[in-house]
């Protein structure tokens, strides 16, 4: 495994630094903005701008790497992103936040797509899945140990800004002292929205599902437990275990899934989160009952988009299963960028509760799609599945990272499910 992941370790570390400065700013700037007195929609307003700032980046920030390089794109990216999150020091207009968020998502996304060709180069057929597990590792780590920097300002409240801030720009370092030459970016197309729908209905629905869960989540679940009592390393906490629950259950999930009916364990998963979610809208205080749902809302959450991306696998041929993935990815983000609004009307009209009623709303909607689909087609067969692999729900390049995508083994057979 270190044989591996040493031509990659530089990536990897600006990686873990990326996400340890930015991965709590979502946390953080919605905290800011409920103590300022701003209302729930304006919360989700501005948690809604970051995602579509990362929808538009993925889409867009490719053409940008592809004019200038990796190493120029990348220091420009993580450079406007480091003077945006000083930026809202200086702003404290809940609109004016709104377009620095819509910012950060387009240079986050700009910044993924950088490393994730770059480490898509780096890897073959026999080094892939390591490559891609470790750097769902420096991801998810960077991203659950940021949350505790929430509490780091004492009474200076631009210190966890200015953290941040150097978190970010040291991120460039790694790859500005690399020399390697990266490769140029070639981003999946050629197969439809529609196609996927067609190919997996439950697939696509499940991703978008996802996608408003979790933009929910990451939008408004720091206010939803500040509004229990929480204080703010109770609330950092709170985040983390929901970050490293996902992280815990992604793998047992999906080899229950290599072992059984995909879909039957996508329906139980999308139950289970239904229940979780439930039991955590009836919640009315902290303590470990909270701490403890909030791990299994992670675990159970998280792996829902590797479970949908993997039983669409199960239904396409090798060569559509890069650009399918990367359709999956685009309706995950347009998903999380729903997210925020949706739940903040929720909470609007029924208090507290109604982030996770709207998550419960999403879960059970999904649910019984999936149930009727269930029931409406063959399954496919246990030894014609797709092997289970975690992946990210970053940028259409991830996709690439995927091992899956080099089966050439066609799909079992044409029916949709």
């Known amino acids: 495994m270190l044989a591996v992941i040493q031509p990659v370790r530089s990536l990897l570390l600006s990686i873990f630094m990326l996400m340890a400065g930015s991965g709590f700013l979502t946390t953080l700037i919605s905290l800011r903005i409920e103590r300022a007195g701003a209302g729930t929609i304006a919360i989700g307003v501005v948690a809604t701008a970051y995602f579509v700032g990362l929808v538009i980046g993925a889409v867009r920030a490719g053409a940008i790497v592809r004019r200038v390089g990796h190493i120029r794109a990348f220091a420009a990216f993580v450079a406007l992103l480091s003077a945006s999150t000083l930026s809202y020091v200086l702003l404290g207009d809940p609109l004016m936040w709104a377009c620095l968020r819509l910012i950060d998502g387009l240079c986050v996304a700009g910044v993924f797509i950088c490393l994730e060709s770059w480490l898509n180069d780096r890897a073959d057929e026999q080094t892939r899945g390591s490559v891609l597990a470790a750097y769902m590792v420096a991801l998810y780590s960077g991203q659950a140990i940021g949350q505790l920097l929430l509490g780091a300002s004492g009474a200076l409240p631009a210190i966890p800004f200015q953290i941040a801030s150097i978190l970010i720009s040291l991120a460039i370092i790694p790859l500005c002292l690399t020399r390697s030459t990266a490769p140029v970016p070639d981003e999946p197309s050629g197969f439809s929205i529609r ?38 390393t109770q609330t950092a906490n709170f985040m983390m275990i929901v970050i490293l629950g996902g992280v815990a259950l992604q793998w047992p999930l999906g080899r229950l899934s290599d072992r059984y009916d995909r879909r039957g364990v996508i329906i139980g998963c999308f139950a289970a989160t239904l229940a979780v979610s439930v039991a955590l809208a009836l919640l009315t205080s902290g303590g470990l009952l909270l701490m403890a749902l909030g791990g299994l809302f992670g675990g159970l959450s998280f792996a829902l988009y590797p479970l949908c991306v993997a039983h669409c696998n199960d239904r396409l041929f090798a060569t559509e299963r890069v650009a399918a993935s990367s359709r999956l990815v685009l309706l995950y983000s347009i998903g999380a960028a729903l997210g925020p609004v949706g739940a903040a009307i929720v909470m609007t009209l029924a208090g507290t509760t109604g982030l996770f009623l709207f998550v419960a709303l999403c879960a059970v909607i999904t649910l019984l799609f999936g149930i009727w689909r269930q029931a409406a087609t063959e399954a496919v067969p246990v030894s014609e599945q797709q092997e289970f692999q975690i992946v990210p729900r970053t940028t259409p390049v991830a996709s690439l990272l995927d091992p899956n995508t080099a089966d050439d083994e066609p799909p079992a057979t044409g029916q949709s499910l």
């Open 195 to 232: 196609s996927l729908w067609s190919a997996s209905p439950l697939g696509a629905m499940g991703a978008v599902s996802t996608g408003l869960m979790l933009g929910a989540f990451y939008g408004l679940g720091a206010v939803h437990v500040r509004r229990l009592g929480l204080d703010l």
